[in-house]
């Protein structure tokens, strides 16, 4: 479950990096917007690597689960928008598809 903790941190982190990106070309913010972005996005790499696989593939793989609920949540609480039934249908997807790539031990 602490692959779980560094998923959350990776996502926070990636979400976090692009959204200045976002700001800055899709909102016409100022440049410098970009350079806690970069910042943000090198964290994100960083947690990626603390993820406990033998395997990048199946860490980046698994991470895609938790990137997608974090989005919903981003979604939520900075961008102040409601997700639907179908939102949430396919968070849950996600997330056990997740859980099936790094639950069972591999030998």
Known sequence: MISYLW???AAIA???GC?????W???????????????SLAIF????????????????AAYGGVYILASLLWMIIVEKQKPD?????????????SMLIVLPSRT
Request: hydrophobic fraction near 55%.
């Open 14 to 16: 990636e979400i976090a």
């Open 85 to 97: 039934l179908w939102d949430f249908c396919g968070v849950a997807l996600c997330i056990a598809g």
């Open 25 to 39: 070309l899709r909102e016409s913010r100022s440049g410098f917007w970009i350079i806690p972005g970069l910042l």
């Open 19 to 23: 959204f200045t990106f976002w700001m």
């Open 45 to 60: 790499a960083v947690a990626l690597t603390r993820v406990d696989s033998s395997v990048a593939g199946r860490s980046y």
């Open 7 to 9: 998923f959350l941190i």
